[in-house]
């Protein structure tokens, strides 16, 4: 099984909400990644999660906020966004260095 | 900073025909390769991974190389389907031996024409 799954699949929000994305896989892959891709655009790193241990991609906003709760679950807590923010959000997982895998996405739209 | 181009950035040919996608990067402190497609509006689906000591890799009608020292790595499309139309894109993995985050080209847009 090489899935990684993504809920919601598609997300509208106000600028004042507070939701969150959500990942999964079960490959037992340790390192789980957050990319942000804007239309006609390649994807862009967000966030990374290795063991556990978080690195962060210095140019996102605070206003977005990455959570592991566990080896094979990755959060994107959302608050305060903005229109610009709209995009897919896609989530990765991976054996170390190894292939990475991504999921479908979420489409993300704030109004 | 690992920068990565590919050309040509669009592609529109008649099914049948064998294709060339070209990926090239500055940063040859590579650890792998990976080709992914990606039709609109989807996730990316992984197509091939080049380990940095191999020099190619084959899936099918898809056939990937790396020259690593050139930064370089080329798909080669056979006997191209309307089913392979799609965005695809390489990203090739820093070396460092942990999880790191992928830099992608910026694709080559293909339509394979029935």
């Known amino acids: 099984d090489t899935e990684v799954t993504q809920t919601p699949k598609h997300l509208v929000m106000g600028m004042t909400n507070k939701k969150s994305l959500k990942c999964e896989q079960h490959?037992?892959?340790?390192?789980m990644y957050w990319y942000k891709q804007k239309a006609k655009k390649p994807p862009e790193l967000m966030f990374v999660?290795?063991?556990?241990?978080?690195?962060i991609n210095e140019s996102v906003p605070s206003r977005f906020s990455p959570e592991c709760p566990n080896s094979s679950l990755l959060n994107l807590h959302l608050h305060a966004l903005q229109p610009e923010d709209s995009a897919l959000y896609l989530c990765?997982?991976?054996?170390?260095?190894?292939?990475?895998?991504f999921g479908p996405g979420t489409r993300l739209t704030v109004t | 900073k690992q920068e990565v181009t590919q050309i040509p950035a669009a592609l529109s040919v008649p099914e049948g025909e064998n294709l060339v996608l070209n990926c090239s990067f500055t940063?040859?402190?590579?650890?792998?390769l990976q080709w992914f497609r990606q039709d609109p509006g989807k996730g990316l689906t992984s197509l091939l991974l080049?380990?940095?000591?191999?020099r190619e890799q084959t899936s099918g009608r898809l056939n990937a190389s790396l020259d690593k020292s050139s930064g370089r790595s080329t798909l080669y499309i056979a006997a191209s389907q309307p089913g392979d139309s799609a965005t695809y894109l390489c990203a090739p993995t820093r070396a460092g031996g942990g999880a790191d985050g992928l830099t992608f080209g910026k694709g080559t847009h293909l339509i394979i024409q029935p």
């Open positions: 940063d040859s402190a590579i650890y792998n």
């Open positions: 080049i380990q940095s000591s191999q």
């Open positions: 990765a997982s991976s054996r170390s260095a190894g292939e990475q895998y």
């Open positions: 490959m037992g892959h340790r390192a």
């Open positions: 999660y290795s063991y556990e241990k978080l690195s």
